[in-house]
């Protein structure tokens, strides 16, 4: 599996694309590209009280942006973005490994956070948290 660093990728029928898909920030930054179960990406962010349930046709016909985390000290999520689509993939495909691009800070976070971090909400989420990972730019 190739990550979206640079080109769209398909995974399980669905286009990721960091540059034009749907959520797709304007600002580039180097990140690391994992690829991680939706449930963990799901437990490490905010908890999502409104799924919005418009996503899932728009996710069948259009490339959408991979979600994101940004970690402080490799230890705590202090921010993410794209919980909804996260949600409707869970929903339509089930727990599956997307990309999702991972912004960190402090020495050796990326060691760190692949084995457990404090969520959002401050519940830790034992790791692994990925399966294989890649540095990039998203």
């Known amino acids: 599996m190739d990550f979206p660093s640079s080109l769209p990728v398909y995974h399980h029928g669905i286009c990721f694309d960091a540059y034009a898909g749907f959520g797709a920030r304007k600002t580039w930054r180097p990140v690391l590209w994992t690829m991680m179960s939706l449930s963990h990406f799901l437990q490490l962010a905010t908890p999502l009280l409104r799924p919005r349930v418009d996503l899932h046709s728009l996710i ?6 991979p979600p994101r985390l940004k970690i402080w000290q490799g230890l ?25 691009s991972v912004e960190g800070s402090g020495l050796d976070w990326q060691k760190t956070f692949q084995q457990g971090a404090l969520s959002q909400s401050g519940t830790w ?14």
């Open 125 to 138: 989420v034992q790791g692994p948290l990925y399966s294989k990972s890649e540095d990039g730019y998203a």
């Open 76 to 100: 705590r999520v202090i921010e993410h973005d794209g919980r909804h689509r996260a949600q409707a993939l869970y929903q339509m495909l089930g727990n599956m490994e997307i990309p999702i």
């Open 60 to 65: 069948d016909q259009h490339p959408i942006c």
